[in-house]
């Protein structure tokens, strides 16, 4: 569904991403994954033009991402940021409703939809009308996600979407999301830098390092076919819970 | 009727019992009781001769010239002197035909003269041994206070210091009036005075013989332009009328009973023309309320429209400021200097443009623009600042989303701004309401007229007849907009 081919992307003449050739599988979920600054953010900005590649294209089911036809594509992707990039002037219903209401939906369709959402999301009606502030963590997080829902897009990103919750609201989100994505067959790229979450959601991972790819593939594959050293790395440096020997 | 009058009835609206028919005379005042009783007696003359007539307050000399020439006003009283030396700069020999060439005329002098003279405590001068103005080369240490007017004019100050070789450097700008109570409370020794200032009379302050004879005379006349004797002979015979009759004593006792003896300007003008046989008709004093009921609604009618203006203009300003780093830097600094322009400056520059784009350069809409000027940049200053304080994720947050470029201000960035927005347009307001006093200066009215009649006087109850409900109007404004404003918060939660 998205592709790109040798997108290179420079920040201040340092080179932050690419080049990269990457396409990303229609209905399935692909997690970008890697070390703070290594450009897994940066690649999710470019699928959606939020910035252009300064070498190299970027497709959207084969349709060149420009700034151009950047708005077009916006409004058959879902975006989903950290702590769910809600407005704060507007409540939960007005924040889901913002897009359709300025693409003139009526308002009974609207009001449906959010309906549909809201129990896919498992988010309270009452606290459709609370603004952003009054809303726990989760709560936002849902709200981030049904505004992202609520054009029915093809695809869906999502940029750390749980990075800020604790826990156990963590985990509960991380089995909803994962059966949204399940139900509704979108194409997803994820990006997390918890290997935990990405091997829970993922098709497939690729791992950045450097603004390069150094591994692609299925997410058992980091830890039975490393692709060199820095890849076992990071994998072992993610570690459980390691118990206290009991006495 | 004229465009002035069509303005003046658009303004002041409904209020209709004025029957447009009549022809209109406008008489310019400057900002002292002689030259408020002056016009007022050439209104209620012009009103004898069928007129609608009504006096302006407009501030100074430049003002008033201009006001006349432009035609804003059809006559004002001056002084001889004022004309040849700082009008024309020139002393010609036919000075009516000078005037002409501006289109102006000249009535025969009313019979006072209002010098300039130099003025101090009788005791002071004494102790030193002074009784004329080539006795004060002796005295450096004198501590002087001039109005600017006085103060920087080559026949004012500067030439009185090189005619006479006055040593004096000491010398600070004051208000006439203010100048008067410090010398009379002894924080200054000198001031300029007019020879027919009640002050004279009323503290029995020493007025220095001009031994040098550099003051010019200042005789008294009407200057009225040359089409006012076309349109209404009758108003110019009706003001010539005052040729002759009024003396330096009477010009004093009536300075006086207006500054010193409660007594309004109307009154006394009344009442002198009554004394001398004249038949006028004069404007009637206004009750307490209904002069504060007018000069309310005068005020309001400065503010408002100003202010709205401002709104209009600056928003959008910020909003381009904010798109703009570069071209934001010189809005900001270009509204920034319009603060900075004092307010009788920028009213004089205004006059000739309000002038052709309103056909009045005097009256509200001299006064609104410049209000409208004052108030861009609280305005400007904080749109920009609301817009570009806003999180950049949530402006990807809201281009992620697929809205379009105005979709985004209009529906994201101009709401999460109008907290800031609005505080800016609040201190605008202010602003704005305090800063409209400036109406007294160019015939708008508003709170500023009594404020500037109350000042020259020295007439604290006058001048709190402008300064309390303007106070009044601040703190209403301020608590109107904070109602808005937590209604907003509170919708946010």
Same mark, same amino acid.
């Given at each position: %569904?998205?592709?790109?081919?040798?997108?290179?992307?420079?920040?201040?003449?340092?080179?932050?991403?690419?080049?990269?050739?990457?396409?990303?599988?229609?209905?399935?979920?692909?997690?970008?994954?890697?070390?703070?600054?290594?450009?897994?953010?940066?690649?999710?900005?470019?699928?959606?033009?939020?910035?252009?590649?300064?070498?190299?294209?970027?497709?959207?089911?084969?349709?060149?991402?420009?700034?151009?036809?950047?708005?077009?594509?916006?409004?058959?992707?879902?975006?989903?940021?950290?702590?769910?990039?809600?407005?704060?002037?507007?409540?939960?219903?007005?924040?889901?409703?913002?897009?359709?209401?300025?693409?003139?939906?009526?308002?009974?369709?609207?009001?449906?939809?959010?309906?549909?959402?809201?129990?896919?999301?498992?988010?309270?009606?009452?606290?459709?009308?609370?603004?952003?502030?009054?809303?726990?963590?989760?709560?936002?997080?849902?709200?981030?996600?049904?505004?992202?829902? %609520?054009?029915?897009?093809?695809?869906?990103?999502?940029?750390?979407?749980?990075?800020?919750?604790?826990?156990?609201?963590?985990?509960?989100?991380?089995?909803?999301?994962?059966?949204?994505?399940?139900?509704?067959?979108?194409?997803?790229?994820?990006?997390?830098?918890?290997?935990?979450?990405?091997?829970?959601?993922?098709?497939?991972?690729?791992?950045?390092?450097?603004?390069?790819?150094?591994?692609?593939?299925?997410?058992?594959?980091?830890?039975?076919?490393?692709?060199?050293?820095?890849?076992?790395?990071?994998?072992?440096?993610?570690?459980?819970?390691?118990?206290?020997?009991?006495? | 009727?004229?465009?002035?009058?069509?303005?003046?009835?658009?303004?002041?609206?409904?209020?209709?019992?004025?029957?447009?028919?009549?022809?209109?005379?406008?008489? *310019?005042?400057?900002?002292?009781?002689?030259? $408020?009783?002056?016009?007022?007696?050439?209104?209620?003359?012009?009103?004898?001769?069928?007129?609608?007539?009504?006096?302006?307050?407009?501030?100074?000399?430049?003002?008033?010239?201009?006001?006349?020439?432009?035609?804003?006003?059809?006559?004002?009283?001056?002084? =001889? *002197?004022?004309?040849?030396?700082?009008?024309?700069?020139?002393?010609?020999? #036919?000075?009516?035909?000078?005037?002409?060439?501006?289109?102006?005329?000249?009535? &025969? !002098?009313?019979?006072?003269?209002?010098?300039?003279?130099?003025?101090? +405590?009788?005791?002071?001068?004494?102790?030193?041994?002074?009784?004329?103005?080539? #006795?004060?080369?002796?005295?450096?240490?004198?501590?002087?206070?001039?109005?600017?007017?006085?103060?920087?004019?080559?026949?004012?100050?500067?030439?009185? &210091?090189?005619?006479?070789?006055?040593?004096?450097?000491?010398?600070?700008?004051?208000?006439?009036?203010?100048? $008067?109570?410090?010398?009379?409370?002894?924080?200054?020794?000198?001031?300029?005075?007019? =020879?027919?200032?009640?002050?004279?009379?009323?503290?029995?302050?020493?007025?220095?013989?001009?031994?040098?004879?550099?003051?010019?005379? $200042?005789?008294?006349?009407?200057?009225?332009?040359?089409?006012?004797?076309?349109?209404?002979?009758? @108003?110019?015979?009706?003001?010539?009328?005052?040729?002759?009759?009024?003396?330096? !004593?009477?010009?004093?006792?009536?300075?006086?009973?207006?500054?010193?003896?409660?007594?309004?300007?109307?009154?006394?003008?009344?009442?002198?023309? @009554?004394?001398? *046989?004249?038949?006028?008709?004069?404007?009637?004093?206004?009750?307490?309320?209904?002069?504060?009921?007018?000069?309310?609604?005068?005020?309001?009618?400065?503010?408002?429209?100003?202010?709205?203006?401002?709104?209009?203009?600056?928003?959008?300003?910020?909003?381009?400021?904010?798109?703009?780093?570069?071209?934001?830097?010189?809005?900001?600094?270009? =509204?920034?200097?319009?603060?900075?322009?004092?307010?009788?400056?920028?009213?004089?520059?205004?006059?000739?443009?309000?002038?052709?784009?309103?056909?009045?350069?005097?009256?509200?809409?001299?006064?609104?623009?410049?209000?409208?000027? $004052?108030?861009?940049?609280?305005?400007?200053?904080?749109?920009?600042?609301?817009?570009?304080?806003?999180?950049?994720?949530?402006?990807?947050?809201?281009?992620?989303?697929?809205?379009?470029?105005?979709?985004?201000?209009? +529906?994201?960035?101009?709401?999460?701004?109008?907290?800031?927005?609005?505080?800016?347009? &609040?201190?605008?307001?202010?602003?704005?309401?305090?800063?409209?006093?400036?109406?007294?200066?160019?015939?708008?009215?508003?709170?500023?007229?009594?404020?500037?009649?109350?000042?020259? &006087?020295?007439?604290?109850?006058?001048?709190?007849?402008?300064?309390?409900?303007? @106070?009044?109007?601040?703190?209403?404004?301020?608590?109107?907009?904070?109602?808005?404003?937590?209604?907003?918060?509170?919708?946010?939660?």
């Amino acid at each position: %569904m998205f592709h790109l081919d040798g997108a290179t992307k420079r920040f201040a003449g340092r080179t932050a991403l690419g080049p990269i050739t990457l396409a990303t599988p229609t209905g399935k979920t692909t997690v970008l994954i890697g070390p703070s600054g290594c450009g897994k953010s940066t690649l999710l900005r470019l699928l959606i033009g939020l910035i252009e590649p300064d070498a190299g294209a970027v497709y959207f089911d084969q349709a060149p991402v420009t700034s151009a036809t950047a708005r077009a594509i916006r409004l058959r992707v879902g975006y989903v940021l950290q702590d769910g990039g809600l407005f704060p002037h507007l409540s939960a219903r007005g924040n889901v409703a913002l897009l359709a209401r300025h693409l003139r939906w009526p308002a009974a369709k609207i009001e449906s939809r959010i309906g549909e959402l809201a129990t896919l999301a498992r988010f309270p009606t009452d606290a459709l009308d609370r603004y952003p502030q009054h809303l726990s963590g989760g709560q936002r997080q849902r709200v981030g996600l049904m505004r992202a829902l %609520m054009l029915d897009p093809d695809a869906l990103l999502l940029d750390e979407p749980l990075g800020a919750l604790d826990p156990l609201v963590r985990a509960e989100l991380q089995d909803d999301l994962r059966e949204i994505f399940r139900t509704l067959r979108k194409t997803v790229v994820l990006v997390t830098h918890d290997l935990g979450e990405a091997a829970f959601f993922a098709d497939r991972i690729v791992l950045l390092k450097d603004g390069a790819i150094v591994q692609d593939g299925a997410p058992a594959d980091l830890w039975h076919r490393p692709a060199d050293p820095f890849v076992t790395r990071f994998v072992q440096a993610q570690r459980g819970p390691q118990l206290p020997e009991a006495a | 009727m004229s465009r002035t009058s069509i303005f003046a009835i658009l303004l002041i609206g409904g209020c209709s019992e004025r029957p447009v028919e009549k022809p209109t005379v406008v008489i *310019g005042a400057k900002k002292f009781t002689e030259s $408020y009783l002056l016009a007022e007696m050439g209104a209620s003359l012009c009103r004898q001769a069928g007129a609608n007539a009504e006096s302006k307050d407009l501030g100074s000399t430049p003002t008033l010239w201009l006001a006349l020439t432009q035609g804003d006003i059809d006559a004002y009283p001056e002084y =001889t *002197g004022t004309i040849t030396r700082q009008i024309l700069k020139d002393n010609p020999t #036919d000075l009516d035909a000078a005037l002409a060439a501006h289109g102006v005329r000249m009535s &025969k !002098p009313f019979g006072f003269r209002n010098n300039y003279a130099l003025g101090m +405590r009788k005791d002071v001068a004494a102790s030193r041994n002074i009784s004329k103005i080539s #006795d004060l080369r002796n005295h450096a240490d004198l501590r002087c206070g001039f109005i600017p007017e006085f103060r920087d004019r080559p026949d004012g100050w500067p030439g009185l &210091k090189r005619v006479y070789g006055l040593p004096q450097e000491n010398v600070r700008e004051m208000n006439h009036t203010l100048a $008067y109570a410090a010398v009379v409370d002894k924080s200054l020794d000198l001031t300029e005075i007019y =020879t027919t200032d009640g002050e004279i009379v009323q503290h029995d302050l020493l007025v220095l013989r001009d031994d040098l004879d550099f003051f010019p005379a $200042y005789q008294a006349i009407w200057l009225y332009r040359a089409d006012l004797e076309r349109r209404l002979p009758s @108003a110019v015979a009706q003001l010539r009328r005052m040729e002759g009759r009024i003396g330096e !004593p009477d010009m004093q006792a009536m300075n006086t009973d207006v500054q010193f003896r409660d007594e309004t300007v109307n009154g006394v003008s009344a009442a002198f023309l @009554a004394s001398k *046989g004249i038949d006028a008709v004069p404007t009637v004093d206004p009750s307490l309320a209904e002069r504060v009921g007018s000069t309310t609604s005068e005020h309001l009618q400065l503010v408002i429209p100003s202010l709205l203006a401002a709104m209009l203009v600056a928003i959008p300003l910020g909003i381009l400021a904010s798109n703009r780093m570069r071209l934001g830097q010189t809005v900001l600094a270009t =509204t920034g200097v319009l603060q900075t322009i004092p307010s009788l400056a920028l009213l004089l520059f205004l006059m000739p443009l309000t002038k052709w784009l309103f056909g009045s350069g005097i009256g509200a809409p001299t006064a609104i623009a410049a209000l409208f000027l $004052y108030s861009l940049l609280p305005i400007v200053r904080n749109t920009y600042t609301g817009l570009t304080g806003i999180a950049p994720a949530l402006r990807e947050s809201a281009e992620a989303l697929g809205l379009t470029r105005w979709a985004i201000l209009w +529906r994201v960035e101009l709401p999460l701004a109008a907290p800031t927005i609005l505080a800016g347009v &609040k201190t605008a307001a202010v602003i704005n309401i305090g800063t409209a006093t400036l109406g007294g200066f160019i015939g708008a009215g508003g709170y500023g007229r009594p404020i500037l009649r109350g000042i020259d &006087k020295s007439d604290i109850p006058m001048m709190l007849e402008g300064a309390i409900p303007a @106070a009044l109007m601040a703190v209403l404004a301020e608590a109107a907009f904070g109602a808005v404003e937590r209604w907003i918060g509170r919708r946010r939660g």
